[in-house]
């Protein structure tokens, strides 16, 4: 059976389950699976660009937002914003300065800047971004380069179903070995120079 799409995934993974109890179910398994690559992957697909008007001192994260790379205000010369933790961020905020600035931290779903942004300088992220869920748009950028990794990533989230099925344990091999091999063919392909498509898009908080 071909991977090719939402439909040919959900067909597959009822097909290797085959049960007819779980029908029902394997779209959560999916979705399940989407989380998992959510806190295990940073991939060179997942990695984003927006941009922004900096004019506040909190400023709302990006809804696909997971991790950044990097974030950079526009100004002469530009300034690559530096990390701090909020507890950092409190004392460098007992100073009180306004300017361009050169530190954040993040709190919740917000941005924390400091100086304080005076002006409005653009603010460009570059982040690992969420992928977006296979049911949106029936295949994704991920699916494409790994449908393995979805069928596996489903089919072990079937465990608490399946309890003693000794399926699980190859399931689970297949799993750690799709997502240990697309890593490292990730590494290598960076190490190597590769071609990176960055997608900018324009982000109003």
Do not use: C, H
Request: hydrophobic share 45%.
């Amino acid at each position: 059976m071909a991977l090719a799409s939402y439909a040919d995934l959900l067909a597959s993974a009822a097909s290797w389950l085959n049960r007819d109890d779980l029908t029902a179910v394997i779209p959560d398994l999916v979705v399940l699976a989407e989380a998992d690559f959510g806190r295990r992957l940073r991939l060179r697909l997942q990695i984003k660009r927006a941009t922004a008007v900096l004019d506040e001192e909190y400023e709302a994260l990006p809804p696909d937002w997971i991790e950044a790379v990097s974030l950079t205000v526009s100004a002469s010369p530009v300034v690559v914003l530096e990390y701090v933790t909020p507890q950092q961020m409190a004392t460098l905020k007992a100073g009180g300065e306004a300017g361009t600035p050169a530190y954040y931290t993040i709190k919740g779903g917000e941005f924390q800047f400091y100086p304080t942004p005076s002006g409005s300088p653009t603010l460009e992220m570059t982040y690992y971004a969420k992928v977006p869920p296979l049911a949106e748009d029936g295949t994704n950028a991920l699916f494409a380069a790994a449908p393995d990794l979805y069928l596996w990533g489903t089919l072990m989230q079937s465990a608490p179903f399946l309890r003693e099925d000794e399926r699980i344990i190859t399931w689970g091999a297949l799993y750690k070995a799709a997502m240990d091999g697309l890593m490292a063919s990730d590494a290598r392909a960076a190490q190597s120079g590769s071609a990176l498509a960055i997608r900018p898009t324009s982000y109003v908080p």
